[in-house]
């Protein structure tokens, strides 16, 4: 099968950081996939196929590590669930 090696950057070290270099990682993706970001990115501001889905994948683990954070349901959600419950008599 037919990849194209896009690099992902990644700052590992202090010494890396202080310096102001980064190191990289190969991550394939299949060629029609590639060729269907490069068109996508025409006209966008992005220079390469590689900036686009390190940014991409940038929002995508922020997203993650937020929703790890914060709490699965509100307070109002909680009321909401008990009002349920115990109309159900589940809950006194």
Known sequence: MNRVSLLESQVNDEKDKKEGRRKFT???LPVTLYNKIKKLIEGSGF???SDYVTY???EIVAMHEYE???EPFTPEDVERIKEKLRSLGYLD
Do not use: H, M, P
């Open 26 to 28: 190969t991550v394939s």
């Open 68 to 70: 790890k954070k914060s």
């Open 47 to 49: 220079t390469s196929v």
């Open 56 to 58: 991409v994948l940038r």
